[in-house]
């Protein structure tokens, strides 16, 4: 039940369609929290909240650039993805 719910609450983070956006900029390149909320439209208080909570996912890498911090993809989202249903489906399931 623990690994059920430990991916429940790793596909959460999937789950928010500015979170799945940011991730889909980062693949391209690496961006700045104001030159995402410029792109996304959204302000840079709300695009941090999402950066954080992808970071604490193991998504996103954090570099700090002098008083700037820039953000990119740290490991493959296929993989990723595959790997949490990989582990998700070795669960034995219960009633």
Request: hydrophobic share 40%; glycine share 4%.
């Amino acid at each position: 039940m623990e690994r059920i719910k430990k991916s429940a609450q790793r596909f959460h983070v999937l789950a928010d369609p500015i979170r799945l956006q940011i991730l889909l900029l980062l693949q391209e390149q690496e961006m700045c929290v104001g030159h995402l909320a410029e792109v996304l439209g959204v302000n840079q208080p709300t695009v941090s909240y999402h950066l954080k909570r992808l970071h604490r996912a193991g998504l996103v890498g954090r570099r700090t650039e002098n008083t700037w911090c820039y953000y990119s993809l740290c490991t493959d989202l296929r993989s990723w993805v595959n790997d949490e249903i990989d582990l998700l489906l070795k669960v034995e399931p219960t009633a």
